[in-house]
Each structure stands twice: as structure tokens, then as C-alpha cells.
């Protein structure tokens, strides 16, 4: 193995003097990593593999379409501090739907894309790049197309407050990866729900023209909130079985979250129908694989390099 | 044959080399003083396996923390050399060490305060985190928030107003 370490520590007097002690540090794009290297995924018993797999992969597609949607703010953010905060949240939930394709892989196998012999693509990059938008099971509210700053916080605080009630309580699963995984994830939902609390508030109570901002964006994803609170017959079983969290049991919890929020903001309730009504799940949304249009476009942008190149290795 | 006292010795080499690598980000920092490497074990055959668990969950930093362990555990003789990963209990700020501490504060970094702990719901905050941080540099306690996200996914951007010099701050997780 050849020495590298060329520099002494002292050489300089940067913190990051550091990096240049040994350059191997920066060997990225050699190989992958498998997130889940030895850690043990047997599914628990009396659970049904597939069952577990798909809810996986709900929450994880939660998690990958609207990191997706985040990401696209990336240089173009009103300014450098919301630039960067936008980022941070992406990564946090593209590091989670990693996570959650992951284990759904490693649940049920069958549930993974094949890809031609030889190839080097991970389970969860097949899953993310080789699935089609009727094959994705996140809600609808992460695909919306985005809109205005003002939008994206309302996003972020109806998805944020709903993610973490249902991660809060899965941390207790009985699936020991996927109760991990949530944990770790309430961590990172708490301090993206008060950044967007916090900006919800800053509009409401800002400008004519931030709180209209703030108001249509709230207009626009508001038919979106009660697809949150439906049971679909997975999430059903996956609870049942002790894996996973039925919707339904978190609204009264992220009701009172949003309302503390609209109530500081001085901003009504939208009218439109909530979860407060009908709960049962009536088919034809995003756990069912029906998605808008908006999702085909996302995962065109998404998918089309892995996708010319299904050997692919970076 | 290898012995208990061989077995011993290994493993020792085996934590010195793994407890020098340090962290991509913070290379100010090695892994055993950010909390990150959990366990390093030497099994009767030689092979060394080193657990580390990642700090957020979107932390790039993990493949590059892999490559840098299995590198030096090679190094220092153990061709055996794997990374295993841990996803629990979940990492937090209280796991950095003093000397970890003394790391950060002297390279210009405020150290994080106690993680916050809680029983019950997630409780929402809407005014902004009110933490007791010093300015790393001057030592003033007259600082203000820039922004609670920074360069890194675990740290916020602090202003001195004593000194007007801007500074990180690692966010208590």
C-alpha cells in the first residue's frame, strides 16, 4: 500500500489540515455500500414478508419522492441559509428511503426489478430506478410539482408532522430494523417540522403578499391531507402484526400539531374535507399506485441516466 | 495456535488502528471521539470486524468511513477486515468524547450541549432553539443564530456579536 501521508500535521494551520493527512479519504465511486451490512433483517415471526416489504416501501417512497421534490430547490432557494436548510432535509429523507428500500429488499426479494446478469445496481437503487410510477406507493401529497417557497413550507410541515407521529410510533415495531430506522428518523423529522413551523409562522405574519403566498400553497395541498389519514389494507396488516402503524391512529395527534400551528399563524383551517370525515381508504391514490402526472415526470428526471445504464457503477 | 494473550494483543492493535481513523468531515475528529465506531472484535481466526453506526441517516460519509477503517486495520496486519453497521440505539451528540469536545472547540467549532430528551409526543417548537453556545473563538455567550442548518447536516450557522465572527455549532441530537 502505498504511504500517502505527505503532510504534517502542523504544516498548516487550517482546521481542515486534517483532509490532507491521508488523500485515500477521498477514494469515493469505487464501490457500493450496502446499508444494511450486517445487520440482522430476518423478518420477525408471524409476519408476512411481502407485507412488511410493501409497507417499506411506502414510507421509503414517501421518504424518495419528496427528498426528489427538495432537492430540485437546490441552487435555487430564495437565499443561500433556506438553500442549504432544503438540502439538508432532502438528504436526511433520501438517507431514510435508502434505509426502507433496503430492508423492503431484504423482506421480500421478488419485490426487487431484475436487471441484466452481471449487473452491479444495489436492491434499493432498483427499486428507486427501476420501478415504474404505478409500481411507487407514496402518497400523493410528496409528488405535487413544486411551486413557490411558500408551498414547499407548507409541504414540508403537513408531511413532516404526519412522518413523524407515524415514525415516533413505529420506533416500538417489532420489525428491529424498521423500529431503527424510525427512531433515527424522529431525530431528523422533529427539526424539519420546526423549520417549517417556524416559516409557516413568518409568512402568516409577514407580508400581504407572503401570507397570499402562504394561503394558495396551503389551498393547493390541501386535498392532498386526508389521503395521509387513510388506511390502506397493508398498512392495515403491517399493524395487525405489529410491524407497522394504521394511519388512522395518528390524526388526532398531528390534528392538534397543525392547528397549534395555523392558530399561531392567525390562518383558518381550509375547508375542503379532512380527516376528521371518512378515514376508510376508497382506492385510486398513491398506496394504490395511482399517482398525477407530476410523479411521471419526477422519476423521468430521476431514473433516466440509471436506466441507460442498467450496468452502471459510480 | 493462537493464545488468549495473542488474542489479547490483536485486538488491541486492532482498536488502536480503528480508533485512529478519522472522520471525513471532522477530520478534526476520529471516529471513536465523534461516537460513530461501536465495537471492534477479533474473531479466533484473525478477522477483525469494526461497527460503526451512521450519525443521520442521509450521512454520505459512510462508505468513505468503511474504505478509511478497512484500510488501516489492513495496515496494521489484519488482511481479515470488515465494516459491519449499526442502526441502534440511534447516534447522538452526547456520544462525542471530551477530547472530541476539545477537538471541535479548538478547530473553531462549538461543541453541542446535552441532546435533548423527552417522554411523551415530539414537543413543536416554533420560536427559535435556544441553546447556551460561546463563541468558539472569543469565548462571548453574545451570539445569534444565522441559520439552524450548516454545511454539514450536523451543524447550525452561529454569528459572534462580540467578535463578528461566524461559527459552526454541532446541533444536539
Known sequence: MPDVRTHEPDDHDSAYSGLLVNDAHWAFGTDFEDPLAGVDTTVPDGVDPATLATYCLMLGDDALVLSQRLGEWCSNAPDLEEDIALSNIALDLLGQARLLLARAAAADASQVPALPDGSPVPDEDRLAYFRDAQQFRNVRLAEVANGDFAQTIVRILLFSSWRLALLDRLSRSRDAVLAAVAAKGVKELTYHRDFAGRWFLTLARGTEESRRRLLAGLAELWPYWSELFETYDVERAAALSGVGVDPADVAAEVEAVLDQVLSASGVDRPVLPSPTGAREHTGHKGRDGVHTEALTELLAELQVVARAHPRGQW | ?173
Request: hydrophobic residues 45%; charged residues 25%.
Open chain 2, 1 to 173: 495456535m493462537i493464545t488468549a494473550l495473542d488474542q489479547d494483543r490483536a485486538l488491541e492493535r486492532a482498536r488502536d488502528a480503528a480508533s485512529a481513523v478519522v472522520d471525513p468531515e471532522l477530520p478534526m475528529l476520529t471516529l471513536a471521539d465523534l461516537g460513530v465506531l461501536r465495537d471492534v472484535s477479533v474473531g479466533e481466526d484473525g478477522a477483525v470486524v469494526a461497527a460503526i453506526t451512521p450519525t443521520y441517516s442521509g450521512c454520505p460519509a459512510m462508505a468513505a468511513m468503511r474504505d478509511d477503517l478497512v484500510r488501516e486495520l489492513r495496515a496494521a496486519g489484519f488482511a481479515d477486515a470488515r465494516v459491519r453497521v449499526v442502526l441502534e440505539p440511534a447516534w447522538t451528540t452526547d456520544w462525542i468524547t471530551p477530547a472530541g469536545r476539545a477537538a471541535l472547540a479548538a478547530a473553531g467549532i462549538s461543541p453541542p450541549g446535552p441532546a435533548p430528551r423527552r417522554s411523551g409526543p415530539v414537543p413543536l417548537r416554533l420560536t427559535p432553539t435556544r441553546r447556551a453556545v460561546r463563541c468558539p473563538r472569543c469565548g462571548s455567550d453574545d451570539v445569534v443564530v444565522g441559520s439552524e442548518f450548516g454545511s454539514t447536516a450536523c451543524k447550525a450557522l452561529y454569528r459572534c456579536q462580540a467578535c463578528l465572527e461566524p461559527f459552526e455549532h454541532v446541533k444536539e441530537i
